[in-house]
């Protein structure tokens, strides 16, 4: 069982930056990849940025590269979302997921963070 909670979330004006956290927790040395999503309201979660838990590989969503960094402190079990010049379209509760193995599911969900972006 692995648990994750995001924080960092909140309010902030175009252009601005945030930071989320994502903490895990349990048995985390098992990981393969960990991913951040977002679901704004009334459309289906998409998939932001991710990271292998072990080696320095990222991807990222067309929408965020180049705004947008993901990374990881295996010590502190924390991924970051680095998410820099926000625009409204950004607004969204955005999740935090773990990958288990090589098989592309992933495993374990948080409870999510609102960022809100304003014009």
């Known amino acids: 069982q692995v648990q994750l909670v995001e924080s960092g979330g909140g309010l902030v004006q175009a252009g601005g930056s945030l930071r989320l956290s994502c903490a895990a927790s349990?048995?985390?040395?098992?990981?393969?990849?960990m991913g951040w999503f977002r679901q704004a309201p009334g459309k289906e979660r998409e998939f932001v940025a991710a990271?292998?838990?072990?080696?320095?590989?990222?991807s990222y969503a067309e929408s965020v590269k180049g705004r947008f960094t993901i990374s990881r402190d295996n010590a502190k079990n924390t991924v970051y979302l680095q998410m820099n010049n926000l625009q409204p379209e950004d607004t969204a509760v955005y999740y935090c997921?773990?990958?288990?193995?090589?098989?592309?599911?992933?495993?374990?969900w948080g409870q999510g963070t609102q960022v809100t972006v304003s014009a």
């Open positions: 997921a773990n990958q288990r193995t090589i098989v592309p599911k992933y495993d374990y």
């Open positions: 349990g048995d985390t040395f098992s990981s393969y990849r």
């Open positions: 990271i292998r838990w072990t080696r320095d590989i990222t």
